[in-house]
């Protein structure tokens, strides 16, 4: 299904019968799973090298695995796969991706850094004709699946807006709930939020929040930890919120609490929201 552009699996099988095919599907494709939460719905690679990218030539071809270890794409990509059961018991499987890029920092060329690089729908649309395969669909049917996806929405131009003068740093975004929890669920996972928990009922996601300002300092190693392995940043510097989501008749109100549940106005939550209508728009 497909709702702008993003889109996903909806399988009749309630989540516990879908979910050790999914943990499956990664390890086949040679991914290793830093983080594997059933509970929570939410699976996450560790960061990998697209070794596609390499350039095939007639030596390379030759040699292959051993020149694998010498040649480097600049490129890691990560993925993150949420489960959501569906009203009829049935499973929304939903695969979002991440990406770094290494680039110079020096004109000799001599240092590089790893800097984040934008989302590509187009790997998460690969990895989604992967699964269907792997749940049992022909490679055809799947390319077609994906290509020609069923439209549950024709959205707006602006379907999100910032609301002032709210108790919590808020957005306004035009959908209903299902569709919006669905939404906002994508673009936590895009922009990079460490999604701990979820609560369909209450309408909360359980956050963890690293301030840009400090990612650099004493998060540094927590970042690096997480690019080559750790799912979670656990450093001083990543913070605790929950996103609220609210029916406001066919509009869903977004909010930002704090850890303690209650409405947060501050800088950080005000950048959490201007993220948020980044993606939703």
């Given amino acids: 299904e497909k709702d702008d552009n993003r889109r996903w699996l909806t399988v009749p099988k309630p989540p516990e019968q879908v979910w050790p095919q999914l943990v499956s599907f990664w390890q ?63 499973s929304e499987i939903i695969i979002t991706h991440r990406g770094m890029i290494e680039v110079y920092t020096t004109a000799q060329k001599d240092f590089t850094k790893w800097e984040p690089r934008p989302t590509d729908p187009d790997l998460e649309n690969e990895m989604l004709s992967r699964l269907l395969v792997k749940l049992g669909a022909t490679e055809a049917a799947a390319r077609a699946a994906v290509d020609k996806p069923i439209v549950v929405a024709t959205p707006p131009k602006d379907r999100a ?28 996972d895009r922009s990079g939020f460490s999604v701990e928990d979820r609560d369909r009922a209450a309408g909360l996601y359980y956050v963890r929040y690293v301030d840009p300002k400090t990612a650099g300092q004493e998060a540094s190693p927590g970042f ?4 080559f392995g750790a799912s979670t940043d656990t450093s001083a510097a990543a913070i605790k919120y929950q996103v609220a989501l609210k029916s406001d008749g066919t509009k869903t109100l977004v909010s930002v609490l704090n850890a303690q549940g209650v409405p947060d106005t501050g800088e950080n939550s005000q950048r959490i929201v201007s993220v948020l209508a980044g993606e939703l728009k």
């Fill in 161 to 188: 807006r910032v609301v002032t003068g709210q108790s919590a740093a808020t957005l306004e975004v035009d959908d209903n709930l299902d569709r919006a929890w669905r939404r906002v669920g994508i673009a936590l």
């Fill in 28 to 90: 086949d494709l040679g991914f290793m799973l830093v983080k594997n939460d059933a509970g929570a719905g939410v699976m996450e690679t560790n960061w990998a090298e697209n070794r596609a990218k390499l350039p095939q030539d007639i030596i390379r071809k030759s040699l292959g695995s051993v020149l694998d270890t010498l040649y480097s794409t600049g490129e890691m990509d990560q993925y993150r796969t949420r489960i959501e059961r569906t009203p009829d018991g049935g």
């Fill in 224 to 227: 690096f930890a997480k690019l």
